[in-house]
């Protein structure tokens, strides 16, 4: 029993090893996740000033028709 329970104690001892290392490596990538979501965020605004200071010039707002939102394909391409 007593071979048991020693057995027991350095699986769990090991688990709890294992657990903080994982835990580590998640706060980690947590905060990388953190600095690239803050870097996409400020391009993002900085594409938004960007196109708002071309629209403020007069200048013609040609959207991008390669970006397609829906996976839908035109009407007019379904013509039989």
Do not use: C, F, V, W
Not at 1 to 11: G, T
């Amino acid at each position: 029993m007593e071979r048991l329970n020693s057995k027991l104690y350095m699986e769990n001892y090991y688990i709890m090893q294992e657990n903080e290392k994982l835990r580590k490596k998640a706060q980690l990538l947590n905060q990388e996740n953190q600095a690239l979501l803050s870097e996409l965020k400020q391009r993002l605004s900085q594409a938004n000033n960007n196109n708002n200071n071309q629209n403020d010039n007069n200048a013609p707002n040609i959207p991008d028709l390669n970006i397609s939102t829906s996976g839908h394909s035109t009407s007019s391409s379904r013509k039989a």
